[in-house]
């Protein structure tokens, strides 16, 4: 489980706890981010 916030221009990605990840420039580019976060995880 993740959550997006919009951030000065920008999206913010956190996990579940509310860690930050990771920020991108919208959100298609952090929804693809996410996915490779998330294969690389695995």
């Given amino acids: 489980m993740y959550s997006m916030r919009y951030v000065y221009g920008h999206i913010q990605v956190y996990d579940w706890r ?6 991108a420039d919208n ?16």
Avoid at 18 to 23: A, I, K, P, R
Avoid at 27 to 41: K, W
């Fill in 27 to 42: 959100e298609r580019e952090a929804r693809e981010e996410l996915m490779d976060y998330e294969e690389s995880a695995a």
């Fill in 18 to 23: 509310g860690n930050f990840l990771f920020s």
